[in-house]
């Protein structure tokens, strides 16, 4: 059973960091690209970063370059995403997923998990 968990979402001030973290199981990580896309009360789904499968190969959304940094770690089959400077736009639902191409990135998603909650309030 393909499972993808995210955790390390919560309630951070302006300027702060948080570190998110997607657990897969079912599945292994190496043979897929896979990234973050959040979603906003009344917004449209955002693509926030992609990571190819051996990792080669980075996307960032422009609204995040330069503040966000997606890692992975395919021997304990996890995938991360090191959120600084945060503002209180990136207010968001942040669900993990894998690129429906495969190997590299498109933001095209094909399964996601429940997602994390991400506020950021002062």
Not at 7 to 36: E, H, N
Not at 40 to 56: F, L, T
Not at 95 to 109: E, R
């Amino acid at each position: 059973q393909v499972q993808l968990v995210e955790s390390g979402g919560g309630l951070v001030q302006p300027g702060g960091s948080l570190r998110l973290s997607c657990a897969a199981s079912g599945f292994t990580l190496d043979y897929f690209a896979i990234g973050w896309f959040r979603q906003a009360p009344g917004k449209e789904r955002e693509g926030v970063s992609c990571i190819s499968s051996n990792g080669g190969s980075t996307k960032y959304a422009e609204s995040v370059k330069g503040r966000f940094t997606i890692s992975r770690d395919n021997a304990k089959n996890t995938l991360y995403l090191q959120m600084n400077s945060l503002k209180p736009e990136d207010t968001a639902v942040y669900y993990c997923a894998t690129d429906k191409s495969g190997l590299f990135c498109t933001f095209d998603w094909d399964y996601w998990g429940q997602g994390t909650q991400v506020t950021v309030s002062s």
